[in-house]
């Protein structure tokens, strides 16, 4: 072969070589850019975030979903956690909040999708039997879960998770005072921190989506 041959090959090389490093930086700019970038903890707190280190265990309870179907510790277990405290007859933060989550939801891929679960639970079960949830809750998302029980078992279970909530009498009909939070679960089924109201979706995005990577 001659020398003028070999030297074709060898520019032939370099350039393939060149091609591929530049490939590869490429990609991993691309990457890099369509990954979203996970807030600090203080980028966070800004965001209305508050996170727990060490995140907080939450005891065994037994309540009941909008299916029927018993709704326990091993259901906050597996996926990302997003827990309102709520009830159906609300005239204006409850389905406010739901309705935000879902526009959430419909913003977020698929992958992310599916490392989320989005959970009401009433704080007025007298009212929200699991017939009614299902009416009230699936409207806003069919994948979101409505949950109700014994009033004392939702009072332990929201004692755990430091949410307050009362009834206050209002002539011959009653309301329910209760906490605006959004409770964040890890998938590990512990209390990890809460998202503090007003809900700015642009916001309440960032902020799930750098959960999901922690």
């Known amino acids: 072969m ?16 060149l091609v591929i490093i ?3 930086i490429l990609l ?28 907080r265990i939450i005891k065994e309870f037994s309540l009941v979903d909008h299916r029927g179907e018993n ?25 406010t909040t739901l309705a935000k989550l879902a526009q959430l939801t419909k913003g977020l891929d698929e992958k992310t999708l599916s490392k989320l679960h989005v959970v009401m639970v009433s704080v007025d ?5 699991v017939e009614k949830l299902a009416e009230y809750v699936p409207f806003f998302h069919p994948d979101f879960t409505g949950v109700t029980g014994e009033f004392m078992d ?3 279970f929201s004692r755990n998770v430091n949410v307050v909530f009362n009834k206050v009498v209002t002539g011959d009909d009653y309301t329910v005072d209760h906490s605006g939070n959004i409770v964040l679960v890890n998938p590990e089924g512990h209390y990890q921190g809460f998202i503090k109201p007003p809900f700015e979706l642009a916001r ?11």
Request: proline share 7%; charged share 20%.
């Open 2 to 17: 001659s020398a003028t041959a070999t030297q074709k090959r060898g520019i032939i090389k370099t350039v393939i070589v």
């Open 22 to 24: 530049m490939c590869a």
């Open 28 to 55: 991993g700019f691309l990457n890099k850019m369509l990954t979203p970038r996970i807030l600090s903890a203080e980028e966070l707190r800004v965001n209305g975030v508050i996170l727990f280190d060490p995140p």
């Open 71 to 95: 709704f326990t510790k091993s259901d906050l277990e597996g996926k990302w956690t997003l827990m309102f405290f709520g009830f159906t007859h609300c005239p204006d933060i409850c389905p």
């Open 125 to 129: 079960p007298a009212r929200d039997s």
């Open 154 to 156: 939702i009072l332990s």
């Open 204 to 214: 309440l995005k960032s902020s799930v989506l750098s959960l999901v990577q922690m």
